[in-house]
């Protein structure tokens, strides 16, 4: 079952799942990042009145989880886009269709707020460490990649 969240334990459940992200992720800061639930409750809340977070539950289990914010775009401010920013499964789910269920919850409300003229267009990132999929086949077109370089 996916649900978009709307309730403290549904937001408990996102910071948990947040912090398991957090812990596969590329970034050199996520370690320290998943230990600072406070900062992970205050990025909940504010996702919550400003964009979309669905969580995939597997009897009563939270297991899955993609985060989408509404923003205006930063070049013209005019226009607003949804930003997908976090679309995690835990390892154990990956071989099923969650991810996949999820993902089409977020490009459903894309569409939505495409048709119903709320945003321009709706952006997804792949991260070094999840498996590459065929994007371009949904309806993506590539735009940029992102490359970063931190203090070693």
């Known amino acids: 079952m996916i649900k978009q969240i709307s309730t403290m334990v549904e937001a408990r459940d996102a910071i948990r799942l ?4 957090l812990k596969e992720t590329a970034y050199s800061q996520s ?4 230990n600072d639930i ?3 409750g205050k990025l909940v809340f504010t996702v919550m009145n400003n964009g979309y977070i669905w969580i995939s539950y597997v009897d009563e289990l939270p297991v ?3 985060i989408a914010i509404k923003e205006k775009n930063l070049w013209a ?3 607003s886009e949804l930003r997908e920013l976090v679309w995690f499964v835990k390892q154990e789910h990956r071989k099923s269709s969650i991810g996949g ?5 977020f490009c459903d409300m894309g569409n939505t707020l495409l048709e119903q003229d709320k945003i321009d267009g709706y952006f997804t990132t792949r991260m070094t460490t ?3 999929i065929d994007l ?4 993506f077109r590539l735009t940029e990649k992102t490359y970063l370089k931190e203090r070693t």
């Not at 947040?18 to 992200?21: G, P």
């Not at 269920?101 to 919850?105: D, E, G, Q, S, Y």
């Open 101 to 105: 269920r999820l993902f089409k919850t």
């Open 31 to 34: 370690v320290e990042a998943a």
């Open 130 to 132: 999840t498996e590459d």
């Open 64 to 66: 899955g989880i993609l």
């Open 77 to 79: 401010p005019k226009h």
């Open 18 to 21: 947040l912090q398991d992200f």
């Open 136 to 139: 371009e086949r949904r309806g």
């Open 38 to 40: 406070e900062h992970l």
